[in-house]
Nanobody, 125 residues
Framework: QVQLVESGGGSVQAGGSLRLSCAAS????????LGWFRRAPGKEREFVAG????????YYIYSVKGRFTISRDNAKDTLYLKMNSLKPEDTAVYYC??????????????????WGQGTQVTVSS
């Protein structure tokens, strides 16, 4: 079992930046593919970005590409999401998730095995 805890959320003005962190315990984070998801009010949870076990491959949804950067520090058992040029439509609860699949990057929530409890990101106009 791996436990995931998100932090770094908050309230910012449009155009601002935040850096989310996801700290893991219980297992070495390098054993997992990782992803960030978000759930906006009244909407389904959606995939935002994913990263392979080694960090060599990443994938982003179109709406955040060029603004968000997913990274990982396996030595610190931590996943990050750097968010720049934030927009009001980025407002959501952001979740980190871990996937036990040996290779690749998953984009469906049902493919992930472990989840954090989320951190709120609010972007005002």
């Amino acid at each position: 079992q791996v436990q995931l805890v998100e932090s770094g959320g908050g309230s910012v003005q449009a155009g601002g930046s935040l850096r989310l962190s996801c700290a893991a315990s219980g297992r070495t984070l390098s054993n997992y593919q990782l992803g960030w998801f978000r759930r906006a009010p009244g909407k389904e949870r959606e995939f935002v970005a994913g990263i392979s076990r080694s960090g060599s491959s990443t994938y982003y949804i179109y709406s955040v590409k060029g603004r968000f950067t997913i990274s990982r520090d396996n030595a610190k058992d931590t996943l990050y999401l750097k968010m720049n040029s934030l927009k009001p439509e980025d407002t959501a609860v952001y979740y980190c998730a871990a996937d036990q699949a040996p290779i690749g990057i998953r984009s469906r929530a049902s493919e992930y095995d472990y989840w954090g409890q989320g951190t709120q990101v609010t972007v005002s106009s």
